[in-house]
Nanobody
Framework: QVQLVESGGGLVQAGGSLRLSCAAS????????MGWFRQAPGKERELVAT????????YYADSVKGRFTISRDNAKNTVYLQMNSLKPEDTAVYYC????????????????WGQGTQVTVSS
């Protein structure tokens, strides 16, 4: 098990940037693939980005490709989501999630979740 705590959310104008962080507890962070998900009001939770244990393979949803960057620092037990050129439709609660060993493509495949951080983009 790994415990996850997100931070970095907030209110930003369209076109602005935010950097989300997700700090993991435990000494086995490098054994977990990581994902960022988001859930907007009235919508299902959707996958935003994933990163493998070493960071060698990354996936982005089409809606954020070219604007968001996922990265990780295994020495700091932290995964990041740099969000640039934010749009009002990016408004959501953002969650980080951990899956042992391999990445998953759906939220059902992740057993470890943070509490979420709110991102609000004003137009």
């Amino acid at each position: 098990q790994v415990q996850l705590v997100e931070s970095g959310g907030g209110l930003v104008q369209a076109g602005g940037s935010l950097r989300l962080s997700c700090a993991a507890s435990g000494r086995t962070f490098s054994s977990y693939a990581m994902g960022w998900f988001r859930q907007a009001p009235g919508k299902e939770r959707e996958l935003v980005a994933t990163i493998t244990r070493s960071g060698s393979s990354i996936y982005y949803a089409d809606s954020v490709k070219g604007r968001f960057t996922i990265s990780r620092d295994n020495a700091k037990n932290t995964v990041y989501l740099q969000m640039n050129s934010l749009k009002p439709e990016d408004t959501a609660v953002y969650y980080c999630a951990a899956r042992f060993w391999t990445v998953g493509s759906t939220d059902l495949e992740y057993k470890n979740w943070g509490q979420g951080t709110q991102v609000t983009v004003s137009s």
